[in-house]
Every structure is written in C-alpha cells, then in structure tokens.
C-alpha cells in the first residue's frame, strides 16, 4: 500500500474535505485507485493529485458540483475539456469585472472626483506628514507569485495573466488567490512590471525554498506608504509617487481592492510603498 495515498492524505494535502472527495467518486469524476473490499477505505496515488487540482480550480471558477458528471465520458474524465470551459469562465469573470469597474470610475467622476482618482485624506498624525491623498498603513509579510508584464500589456488583458498565474501555481504544487496586483519596480528611472497573486499562508510558510523560482517573490512586512486610486496606475500617478518618495529607485506594489476582504471605501485599487 506504500504506492497509494489514503483518503485522510489527501484531503489535508490538497485542503478538498473528505465529504467532497467521496462526492467526486459518487458522481464519477474522481474515482479511488483502490478501495479495500474489507474496510471501503479509499486510496488515490499521487498521480492523480494534478488531476484534483484542476477539478478545485475549476470549481472556484463557477463550474457547479452538480454539472461535473457532464466531463466524464468512459468512466473517466474529459480533462481538456474540463479546463477549456473553466478558462472560458475565467475570462467571462475577469470581463465582468473590468466592466464594474469601469461603472465605477465613470461614477466617480460624476461625483466630482479628481480625474487621477485621488482621495482627499486627512494628513497623518505621526512621522514625516504626508500629502493629500496619502497615508500609512502597517502590514503583514506577503508571498507573491510572479509573471512579467510587458510595456505592451494594458489592463484589459491582465486576465490572461492572472490565468497564467493559476496555471504555474498548480505546475509548482502551491495555492494561490487573489487579491491580484502588479508589482512596478523603478530602478533608476527605468520601469519592469510582473502582475501577481497571492501565496496561501500554508505554501507561505516555506518560503526560503519557494523563493529559489524567480517567480517567487516576498513582500516584507513594515509600514507602507499608500493611497487610493480609482483606476490603473498611470504615468502621472507614478510621478506623484516619484516626488513623495524622493528617489529614482523604488517599488509601487498596486494591489486589487475589489476582491480584498477590507474594501477600500469603494475604490478598487490601492498602491503601496514600503517606507524607509
């Protein structure tokens, strides 16, 4: 039995609870490699973990529980097709949202907003005073997962990113989710950017060894430098940055408020800087 995983392994290596794995071989999606005649114990082997990995995925993207039995086709199941359908909704979800957004900003200026999207915050009251429409925020220690954007990309193809995003995290074996983000780094006047998606604390957890991918990336924790904007970082943002933090040489990390648990009072995104 040394070749099978059992039941109680999987779950916890995979987070899918044990009522769930039972329903995937139910309803035929996921069958056991073994089951014991005398004790109906269930056993899996670990080449069909990548295979639960992208019935989860899929699941997180809107494919029902009850419509996965459409997938199998001779007792075993269609796994092309499978991620076929869950890229599509992907996309579908990642359009939904950049049209919510775009509501969003189009409200926002019809409430006399600022057109760069800045908010009119009160100063800090401790440390160096900030300007209008910054403020400090102490966070927690992040790990990211990494893919380059390119000068060419703009925000209406981030989805495809973010895509890949999950796609390399299942190929790494790790869990990801959003908020997402991108990542600009200025070193000396010059601009690299990689979108990213969060580690889930357990993969976080060992991140020493994770971080010898390049795609890998810690965050650290400190006080951070933020404000909130209405819509993707621009160049005229970016130079207000510049000019708050004296320097050529530094790192803006734009993360994705619409999906975060502490929403920010309507807008969706929020840039930060850790402070020296």
Do not use: W
Request: hydrophobic share 35%; charged share 25%.
């Amino acid at each position: 039995m040394n070749q099978y995983l059992s039941i109680g392994k999987v779950s916890k290596m995979k987070n899918v609870s044990i009522k769930s794995l039972r329903y995937y071989d139910k309803i035929g999606i996921l069958k056991p490699a073994f089951i014991n005649a005398e004790t109906n114990y269930r056993y899996y082997t670990e080449e069909q973990l990548y295979l639960l990995d992208a019935v989860t995925l899929c699941i997180k993207l809107g494919i029902p529980l009850k419509d996965l039995n459409r997938y199998v086709e001779n007792d075993s199941i269609n796994l092309q097709k499978l991620l076929y359908d869950g890229k599509i909704l992907a996309e579908e979800k990642i359009m939904e949202i950049h049209r919510c957004l775009e509501t969003l900003q189009e409200t926002l200026r019809m409430l006399s907003v600022s057109e760069n999207g800045m908010a009119k915050i009160p100063e800090s009251k401790s440390g160096r005073m900030l300007p209008d429409g910054f403020y400090r925020n102490r966070l927690d220690a992040r790990t990211i997962l990494t893919v380059p954007l390119e000068d060419i990309d703009t925000p209406k193809y981030y989805g495809q990113h973010i895509l890949k995003l999950f796609v390399t995290a299942q190929q790494m074996s790790i869990n990801v989710s959003y908020p997402s983000g991108v990542l600009h780094e200025y070193r000396q006047g010059l601009l690299k950017r990689h979108m990213f998606l969060l580690v889930h604390t357990e993969n976080a957890q060992a991140a020493p060894s994770l971080t010898d991918n390049d795609a890998v990336r810690v965050l650290p924790a400190g006080e951070y430098i933020c404000r909130k904007i209405s819509a993707h970082m621009s160049d005229s943002v970016r130079e207000e940055m510049k000019e708050v933090l004296k320097s050529d040489t530094f790192s803006v990390i734009e993360t994705d408020t619409s999906s975060a648990q502490n929403r920010k009072d309507g807008y969706p995104f929020e840039l930060q800087y850790l402070a020296k």
